[in-house]
């Protein structure tokens, strides 16, 4: 399935409520592809309030913030995700999690 479609089909999923968590997730990942940041926050913030045990939300919300240089968003988002990983016993997500953290630029000092 081409992109715009898949992208068309996932919204359609979405909005219509019969969206699991991986259909929100799926949509999220596409709009991160487009490069449609924003876009992918937005959803992946949705699929937080849905679904907050989601583990994978976090990490790929993470690192794609990071990515574009929003290091603080990036930061809050690893922690929080490290937490949901640990809450519910998954030690591998949890290590990705604070390893992706780990890579991240230190946050400004305070004056």
């Not at 969206?19 to 709009?31: K, M, P, R, T, V």
């Not at 690192?63 to 603080?72: E, H, P, S, V, Y």
Request: aromatic residues 8%; glycine residues 8%.
């Amino acid at each position: 399935m081409a992109s715009d479609k898949r992208l068309a089909m996932l919204e359609g999923l979405t909005e219509s409520g019969k969206a699991d968590s991986f259909g929100w997730y799926a949509l999220a990942l596409e709009y991160r592809g487009f490069a449609r940041i924003d876009d992918a926050v937005r959803t992946f913030r949705a699929l937080r309030t849905r679904d907050e045990a989601y583990v994978p939300t976090y990490l790929m919300c993470g690192t794609m913030l990071a990515t574009a240089g929003r290091n603080g968003e990036a930061r809050e988002w690893l922690e929080h995700g490290i937490v949901q990983a640990r809450a519910t016993g998954n030690t591998h997500a949890a290590s990705e999690l604070e390893d992706a953290l780990h890579a991240l630029p230190p946050p400004p000092s305070l004056p």
